[in-house]
Every structure is written in C-alpha cells, then in structure tokens.
C-alpha cells in the first residue's frame, strides 16, 4: 500500500500556514489527515470542531466539514452535533487552555457521558495564542507570561483526568512522533465511546524560550526525552516530578457510549408505549 | 378537530409546542422557573426519536443545541435569569454562524439569583442587547398559555426561515400559569422549515452576504462539506479580515431581519381604532391592561391596548400609529426602569404624553395599577 498522505483532506486554498517554525500543530494535523485516509472516512462524515487558540486555527488548512466554535467550549458543541447525528466522525482539536482550563467542565462531563468523540489536545503548556500565559496543564514553577517568577500552581495531568471521569480511550503522544500519533488517532477514531489523545508540543516562540529550551529543536529534543513508556515511567524515580510523562495507549475500553445507551433507553421507551 | 380546551401550564405549552413545530433535540440545565419545559421534553423526546440532555451548564446547553442544529436537527433550550446570563456568548455564536435555534427565558425578578419564583420583565434589553458585537436577535413574549404554544411554533419557524436565534421571554406568571387551551391539530399552524441547499456539492456556500439573503442552510453528514464559524468570515466560512467583507457581514445580519419584518414584527390591538389613552404592554401585564380597559370603557372613556408580542425588533412604527390619536400613552411593565417605555419614548412624536406603571418586587401589574394611571 502506497503511503497515506492525507492530501484529499487538506484545504489548500489554506496554505502557506500562520504557525511559528517548530510548532508542533502541523504535524499532528497532518497525522490526522492521515489518519482520515487510512480509515478510508468520506469528508462529509467527518466534522472537526475545533476551539480559539493557535491550535484552533488548523481549520484553515482542512477541507472537511467543520464548526469552529468558542474558546473552551468545543466539546459542547461536539457534543450536539453528535447526538443529533450519532453517525458523523466528531473530532475536538483544542488547546490545553481551551481543552482543560476555561473548558475543564466540558471535557469531564464527555467523558462521563462516554460521548463517541474524539478530542486531540494539544498540549503545549500554556497559551499560545493569547501571547503565552500559564494554563491548568502549566507544569509547577515553569515560566509564563503570567508567572515569570516560576507557576506556584500545579498543572492537570490531563489523562488521569479524563480516564477517572470515565473515558474510554485515553493516550498521549509527543508531537515529535508522527507516525505513532497517526495510530493513536486512528485508535481514537475507531473506539465507539469518548476517546482523548493529548499530544505533548512544542511552543517554540513562548514556552520553549522562557523555560530554557532556546531553539525551536531544543525544545523538540526535550519533549523526546521526557517521553517515557509506561514501564519506564514507573521505574523512574520522582517521574512526574522531573516532567517525565508516559506515552502510548493508557487506556482502551469498549463502554457504550453515549447515543448507544440513549438508543436503547429509546427502545424500552417505544417498547412501554407498545405493550401498554 | 379536537374543540374541547385541555387544561394546561404556559410553560407545558411551550414545549408542546415545540414539539408540534418539529423540534428533536433540547439541551439544557434546571432553573426555576424554566423547568417544567425540560422535563416534558425529557419524557416526549425520545418517544419520537429525538433527544433530550441535560448538560453540566447554560454555557454547554447553549453550545449543544447550536451543535444540534449544525447536524439538522430543530433544536432549543430553555431557562431563567442566572443561565440566560450564561448563555449569551453562544448567542452570538448562533447569530454569527446564522443558526437557527430557539432559547426560551422565563423571566424571573431581581439581579443575580434574585426572586427565583416570582415574575419580572426586567430583561428586555438583555434580550435585544445581551451580547457583545454588532448583532441583531428576534425577541417574542407570550400573554396567555395559548400564545405560549403559538410563538413557541412561531419561534421555530422564525428561526428555521431567517436562520437567526430566537427568544421566547415569558414572564414567570405566564410560565406558570393554567388555562384552558384547545391544542391547535396537525396541518393547522404553517410549520417552516430550513430551506436546503440544492446547488452542486462543490459550489456550496454556506452563507449569503447579499443585503437581505438568508443563505441556504445544509447539514453535517449531506453530502455537502461545508464550515460554520464563530469568527469573522467570507461567505465559506473561512476566516476572512477584510474591512469590506466584515461591513457586508454584519450588516447582512441586520437586513435580513428587515426584510423579513412583516412577517417577524408581531402586535395585537384592542379597541385601538378610536382610543384616547392607548395602554401597551407585554407579557402578564397585557392582561392587567385589558381588564383594566374594559372597565374604562364601560365607565365611558375611550381606552385600548397595544399587545407587543414581539419585542424585538421592536414595534415602534405599530405603537406610533396606535398612539396616533392617544391623549396619553400607558407602558405597563414588571421593571424599575422602564425599559419598554424607554424604547416608546425613541418612536413617538410626543413623547411627553407618556405614563409609566412599574412594579419591580416580584409582583404583577394589576387593573387596579392600570387603572390609577388612567384616572
Ligand atoms: C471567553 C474567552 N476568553 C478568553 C479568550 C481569549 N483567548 C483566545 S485563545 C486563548 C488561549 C489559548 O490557549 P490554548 O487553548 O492553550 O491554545 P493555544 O493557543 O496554546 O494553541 C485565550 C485565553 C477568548 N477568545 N474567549
């Protein structure tokens, strides 16, 4: 089989793209587009709802249907679109602020409804598009627009959030590892209930350069080497601590999702009404 | 034809007749006085194939029923004060992105939490100006459980024809309250639906800046692939900068509803052929006023009433020709500053004919507060 290039699902009219050197939403779009391909999804089936953040403006280069929605709210309306339509590939691409700070409430309530979406998040630990202040996902002491003395705060360790709200699917990737996260997304595509991959990625303009990591590859090269597996994750001592985070598929369930346990509280509806 | 009245809530009205206008899809959250209507829709919806959600908050409900409607489905929501303050971001989105959706508001009294249970039309200019941006909504009020289930199906098909948030605003009287209603029978009220693109897939666009077009309105999962947007755009709905593009844009916004104004700007008149004093009101207070006119006439003194039950856009060259012969103008309504009579004010000629009757503690308007302003 020839390479999937992802090609029939880009816009473009879109290009060249409005992202910094280094950023890593290029690449993850790219992997999704790609991803769309090996799955072999009609355009029309697929609706990309993404959120406002720099990871937001990917709309721009995707040529499948789309509702680009509020700050921090995609989920919401994801999960409309959804329930009106449970057939449609519903994918959230939505910044860590967007996904799990002034959206938080959103992302837990999906996954405890177990809504057939997939959410990519990207994660580049603040926010970027606003010129580069803390998020909840901002690892303690890191360096902000909002916190240049060092986060007194801590950050979210988003999948143990979204896996204890319920998920089925969750994973993470770096954005340094295409290929890999073109099967993560086709893992979160294919799992009938709420799936979340967060993609860990480079801010090579404010993050990076306040936190030490000057060049846009610096940055990159950090990301690699804090990429644990699981097994390597837990043998290392203070993990978390020292910013090591696990990769790969942490969790993968088959729970009904939502539409299906709607469907069948439908049916024993329609069935009370008949046998009456 | 079913002529016998059932006993029902204005509140159980809307959301029948919602369901008469072809709704499928609610989403939203408890708030008194608003709650009845998602508990009937939690019950009917499934029965006929469509969905009922109760989501974590109005931000989300909000989001969800725009969502809904994006995919095809007549969607809507229902609350009160607190969560239609919530809600207003998504407004927006529904008016940037022309998404026809329907967003009912029980009016309740008092700033922030204020008086759950009790009455108020304290947010008549939220309803119009809730919102940040050049953007322009349409606003109806019911008076009686009757014209609960009537706009609530004239909402929708609003909605569903000018591709525009609707608001149905009653007060929580006419919420709440009962009265006999003979249910209209099917075929009976002229239901509208989106018109549907029929242009070849690729020529689709999904919005018409023409002043005065509505665009035609396509679903996720047809065969068109199309965008919505919640940012400034071209006609594709991809982002767009330009100076020229967004004057067409917003003003589009504008003129369709002007286009439509016949058919959006909704008033009733009683006895305003020949009045003296012209009273005008909405909502509960309507009744008070009628009431309170009727025993003026009887008394000899030539006094009619103005129903607005749109609000917005607001019906001030209907007011202006009612009151053309009026001595004096009564705006009766449940708020401290007269925000109705504010906007009677802007349309008559001589606004110094005026007189205003408030209550704003949570109690209605009374014949007896009418009636002193016509002495
Ligand atoms: C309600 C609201 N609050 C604030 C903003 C301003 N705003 C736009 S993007 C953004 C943060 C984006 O950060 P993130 O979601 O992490 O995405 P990134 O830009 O890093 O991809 C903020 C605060 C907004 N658009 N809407």
Known sequence: ?276 | MNSVGTLMQGNEAIAKGALYAGASYYAGYPITPSSEIAEICSRELPKRGGVFMQMEDEIASMAAIIGASASGAKAFTATSGPGFSLMQEHISAAVIMEMPVVVVNVQREGPCVGLATKPAQADIMQLRWGRHGDQAIVALIPATVRECFELAVKAFNIAEKYRVPVILAPDEVVGHMRESVVVPAPGELEIVDRVRPTCAPGEYRPLDFTPGAVAPLAAFGSEYVFRMTASMSGEDACSNSDPANAARRVAQLYTKLEAGREDIVLTRGYDTGDCDVLVVAAGSPVRAARTAAREARAAGRKVGVLQIQTIWPFPGAEINACAAKAERVVVAEMNYDGQIAGEVRKCLDDPSRIRTVNTFNGTIITPGLIAEALA
């Open chain 1, 1 to 276: 089989m020839a390479h999937a290039t992802g090609r029939a699902y880009i816009r473009r009219e879109g290009l060249p793209h409005i992202s910094c050197a280094g950023c890593g939403n290029g690449i993850i779009a790219g992997a999704m587009a790609r991803a769309f391909e090996e799955l072999g999804l009609a355009r029309n089936e697929i609706v990309v709802v993404p959120g406002i953040g720099c990871s937001g403006t990917i709309n721009r280069y995707l040529n499948v249907n789309y509702l680009h929605s509020t700050h921090g709210r995609a989920l919401a309306f994801a999960t409309g679109i959804k329930a009106a339509n449970p057939a449609l590939n519903v994918v959230c691409f939505v910044g860590d602020g967007d996904g799990v700070t002034i959206g938080g409430n959103h992302l837990i309530h999906a996954a405890r409804r177990n809504m057939g979406i997939t959410v990519i998040l990207v994660n580049n630990y603040n926010y970027g598009m606003t010129g580069g202040q803390v998020s909840g996902a901002t690892p303690a002491d890191a360096r902000t627009s909002t916190t240049m003395m060092g986060n007194p705060e801590r950050g979210f360790d988003i999948c143990e959030l979204v896996r204890a709200a319920g998920a089925n699917f969750v994973a993470r990737e770096t954005a340094v590892a295409g290929v890999r996260l073109k099967k993560r997304i086709k893992e979160a595509l294919t799992n009938p209930g709420f799936s979340l991959l967060e993609v860990m990625s480079p801010c090579t303009t404010l993050f990076g350069p306040r936190n030490g990591k000057k060049t846009p590859v610096d940055m990159l090269r950090w990301l690699k080497e804090k990429a644990l597996s699981p097994e390597k994750f837990a043998k290392t001592e203070n993990a978390a601590a020292q910013g090591y985070f696990r990769v790969g598929t942490l969790a993968d369930e088959r729970a009904d999702s939502f539409s299906t346990r709607y469907e069948a509280m439908r049916r024993r509806v329609l069935d009370a009404a008949g046998g009456r």
